[in-house]
């Protein structure tokens, strides 16, 4: 990622502000607000603007169940409980509003996280940037065969290379096309003075879903974490994941309590079936099972062992 | 209404508070951060936390419109255009929480705004305070006549003295009785050593609909607009405009230009009808119009006169 | 519950209605569809509308994955592969609509599910009903001493019929005094002929959190299940679980094979944190643990323990 | 548009079922259920199910005002009384799911449409079909000069033919490095037995913004309007506004009586700011105004006159 020097100018600037407020402060999350931490080849995550902290949390529950918190003693135990049961109203008080610079095709992923505010750069209005994504080597995965969403081994040598120059000859060929389309270049220069441009709603059809578009998303606390549980996930697209893994990191600067519990509850915990709670029960009695007698399908029987991780219970 | 010295001396240790940090400020919302505006007999609307000013809006703008937002040269200009054209989504990159403290048939009202994050008081868990609504006598009116939803002439003498009466013996032998059941005041002392309470979850429903609750209540600012635009409208119920008044100030605070735009544009404005356009283009053109072949009915012929403040036409 | 001669004759003539349709049936719901089901002791919950059936699920998955759900080869088991995997926006595409008729201070709990599409009956337009929600004997619970939202025992006897009274003599008078102020009674007639009526609006907040109201509500599939889950659940409180136990039948009804799907994966499933992973494949082993070190609290520990349903190890 | 013979037969099939349901049911609606409306080159919509009509947004309405409704004697007044006074919780209470195929650039613009429920062919799964949009001479438009949004005068000639190879070869060749890098065709043929092929989720990259993609998407009637009345607008872009006006058509079929209404009071009326009431007002009086004087900018000054259609008045 390689910012403008007005871009970098911007930045300093809002970094260099020294605002006196009677708001609650999130002290580590002040450090990196407005940087633009790079993800993929050319995309950014910025923390533009917060409110709260997990002060905030527990400010609300205690609202909420008046002297009835009194009993959970400290903020982090109450903090804990919340997550444990899943109450959800107390994580809605805190918000976060993020730019983000992504791929078109990432866009379209996380877009699907609907209870969010977004204002997304209009290629209506403007031009868009001539910038793609292009993975990385290790990150050029074969279909995987046993699993229709996910990603096989990696792809080798002259393979890969070929792979690696569709992609770039296609994204720079059809932006090239998007420009003489448009008769002007991103620079605002113009192709031929003597024809007229493509409205703009239309040249943007030309371009790849490789190509990056940028946003300002808002969401609170309860609805980032969500979006973290799916998009930091293993099974989920490398590609989101990596704008994910960073923004797990602003989460723990932001909220470091609740992003403990977040951790232990909900990324590194699992959910069981009832017949998977049965499964469990025998297996502590030391009692045989025969995974074909179990009740489960051979596929939820591995999906529960993997989530459990007994590895050596496979079938 | 009377805050307790605990709540005195924690809303001046909030306000006391001097942090430093990089975000936006708005100067003259901090200024009443934490306090508790006083709203109707014992409620009241404190500003908790806020994130954005009206420069947020203007910044999402331009993301969204990149360079094509150039041609409005001033922010001012660019807010009053996004409001114009009912522009939503800048609106709500900024974002505010209210606690609130309010009779329960208010809240029943409000909460029909759905998009809004609460945290209310839980009687499930905690005993509700012994303090509930009781309107002025300015505010004692009649059913209106001619409307449904109105309220008519202020009701005098020995008919409101009763009214008030009523309502106050009611409030106060439910709570009372409230108690009873719980077995416990409010302060926490016990009534009868040898019995044992009713629970908390059930005796609540012997209290009267005018008993105050209180919540934390946050939302972004074009649902506040939203709000606001509905019940700081003179068809609102009286005791939830009372209300909306006190926050119109708020926002007048936080986001001043915003505000501006918003009372020419949302509150002083008005809807026509593609019926009601012709109508109008007639009157212009000096046109004489017969109310009654207009293609309007009277009801919606007096109601598009008094929307144009146009009473001498009225039939 | 009783219903009136009028709304009686209302439900059989929508129950006679034979109408034609294209769209998908759900055979076993339309056995009961308009049936005003009763819940409590004046409440109902009649179905009054549906969209959808099992099969709309599978066709908006197969939409999705295209191709990639063949490997799925039943609609059973397809519907258990996403609700295992908390796949969501399939169960959206069903809708259902509710006429519910409940105590208010049920209504208040049960709209805190935002996610859903209301219309009340207004109090500022019309009288309310005179019916008011009594516990049943068995239902009057103490509040619990170990849990501060939760009940206890059974109150007995002499304090059992106190309460009983208190409600009973408190929801009348008030409902008098209501009928008072209004100088109307529901029957529409007149109390006084001389005097003027309170505003509706008004009169309203002398009535107890024990009256009923009604709405329509309706939602989709997906929040549905999202409301039963809190709510038929035993931590809720019971007059609102038994709202959730009747639409549980409607829910079978509807999607039997979804229904299936959703007792087994999350109503009588359980979540596992990260540390509780740990202790399940100590016990799982063989390995002692002492519940003292193993990094939960005594609390969570019991929790983690009655979750798998392992009463000999609660400490 | 062109139906693959296993699609048509699908739609017969489900058009040849002949249900017997005791809801309520919208006849011409039914009359073009599942059919596939052509919108664009390649595009369609589809009605695939929907719950309510006109009488059930009556029976809400009533439910909610009680007796209070009577006064409006006719289903079609109350219709318009709510549309009228934006009330919108009626409106809610009918949902309508469609079938829609759409090129991406499209998707994403409509996507914004938060309050729906969506599932998209997922292109991590499957493979997309190689159909892309090109425009009609007719709607190759130029950027407009004046309005950074909008279109200008059509393309001719040499310069329309260009423009249309280059989004032609464009997309073609794109997706033919799409199916090398998948090395695999739509129909399921493999391209080069000795090779594998790239992930799903990552060869789609590669797809150019015309590229067609298909969603399930069904939201309540309120939401439709509000979707209908942003996108059927002159202002909207041509092609989603293709789709929303196959959408207009099916709303008059499903809700004739609001469909009516929405014309009257959304689609042909107008808002009128405070400022712009004065000047209503002085023109009715027969004040001469100079637009200069006016308050309103040249910009809004225009607005307000070509928003009455009172041409004669631009400035």
Chains 1, 2, 3, 4 share one sequence.
């Not at 609170?220 to 923004?247: G, K, S, W």
Request: proline share 2%; aromatic share 10%.
């Amino acid at each position: 990622m390689k910012l403008t020097i007005e871009q970098e100018q911007e930045i300093k600037d809002l970094q260099s502000q020294e605002n006196k407020t009677k708001r609650v402060v999130a002290p580590e999350l002040e450090k990196i607000l407005y940087d633009a931490i790079s993800v993929l080849d050319h995309g950014f995550v910025r923390v533009i603007d917060y409110m709260g902290d997990d002060t905030s949390i527990v400010q609300a529950a205690r609202v909420s169940y008046g002297k009835g918190t009194k009993k959970v003693s400290t903020d982090s135990g109450l903090i804990k409980y919340l997550m444990r049961h899943w109450h959800s109203t107390p994580f809605e008080m805190c918000e976060i509003k993020y730019h983000v610079k992504l791929p078109i095709f990432i866009a379209r992923q996380w877009i699907r996280h609907r209870t969010a505010n977004v204002n997304e750069y209009s290629a209506r209005y403007s031009i868009l940037d001539k910038e793609f994504y292009l993975p990385k080597n290790e990150h050029l995965a074969a279909q995987s065969k046993s699993n229709r969403q996910g990603r096989g081994d990696i792809l080798q040598g002259e393979q890969a290379k070929k792979v690696l120059n569709l992609l770039k000859n296609d994204a720079e060929r059809t932006y090239e096309n998007y420009e003489t389309m448009l008769n002007e270049r991103y620079d605002g220069s113009i192709v031929d003075e003597n024809e007229t441009g493509l409205a703009r709603e239309l040249a943007r059809m030309n371009l790849t879903l490789n190509t990056y578009t940028q946003w300002y998303w808002k969401t609170d606390l309860l609805n980032l974490m969500n979006f973290l549980r799916l998009r930091a996930d293993h099974h989920a697209q490398y590609e989101i994941r990596a704008y994910a893994d960073v923004m797990l990191d602003t989460l723990k600067r932001w909220v470091p309590t609740t992003y403990e519990a977040f951790m232990d509850y909900r990324v590194g915990g699992t959910e069981v079936s009832s017949k998977g709670k049965i499964i469990i029960q025998k297996l502590i009695s030391g009692e045989k099972i025969n995974p074909e007698q179990s009740g489960l399908s051979k596929r939820e029987w591995n999906e529960l062992m993997l989530a459990l991780e007994l590895k050596d219970k496979l079938i």
